[in-house]
């Protein structure tokens, strides 16, 4: 699994089991240095799935829900909208995968697709990319 796609797989699905939105768990690892603790953790245990670090970032933080129950479900398809943007993103400014979702996740773009009644994760790659860009 590469950087990006741990990244985001982690983010995704821990604000799916949280239920709470993608960009307010990327603040929260972010602000916690939970990001570099996965990826050193994937250096070392690189066979292991995104279950692993559920249970290593549960261990760590404790982030409650702040939304009614079941709001987060699109998670599998926000995640592969989100691979997709965060590629173009780190293509467009030459940045490497980390920076790439550090744009894309503070982006307010990014915060309407983690709101699953808002129905960005539907939008095509192209179209949120394009909405980061006129940010």
Same mark, same amino acid.
């Given at each position: ?6 990244? $985001?797989?982690? #983010? ?6 949280? *239920?709470?939105?993608? *960009?307010? =768990? ?6 916690n ?5 996965? !990826?050193?953790s ?5 066979e292991?799935? $995104?279950g ?7 261990? !760590? #933080? /404790?982030?409650?829900s702040?939304?009614? /129950? ?7 398809e926000?995640? /592969?909208?989100?691979?997709? $943007? =965060? ?8 940045? *490497?995968?980390?920076? /790439? ?9 990014a915060?309407? =697709? ?7 994760? !539907?939008?095509?790659?192209? %179209?949120?990319? %394009?909405? #980061?860009?006129?940010?």
């Open positions: 699994m590469d950087q990006r796609t741990l990244i $985001v797989s982690c #983010i995704e699905y821990y604000s799916y089991l949280k *239920n709470i939105p993608a *960009n307010k =768990v990327f603040s929260s690892f972010h602000r240095a939970i990001l570099p603790l996965i !990826l050193e994937h250096e070392q245990f690189p292991m799935g $995104v692993f670090y559920m249970g290593m970032i549960d261990g !760590l #933080i /404790a982030l409650e702040d939304a009614q /129950a079941d709001d987060y479900l699109h998670f599998e926000r995640t /592969a909208l989100g691979l997709e $943007v =965060v590629a173009m993103l780190a293509k467009r400014h030459r940045m *490497n995968d980390r920076e /790439a979702c550090e744009m894309y996740y503070h982006s307010k773009t915060e309407s =697709v983690s709101e699953d009644k808002t129905g960005y994760y !539907l939008k095509s790659a192209k %179209e949120i990319f %394009e909405l #980061i860009e006129a940010e």
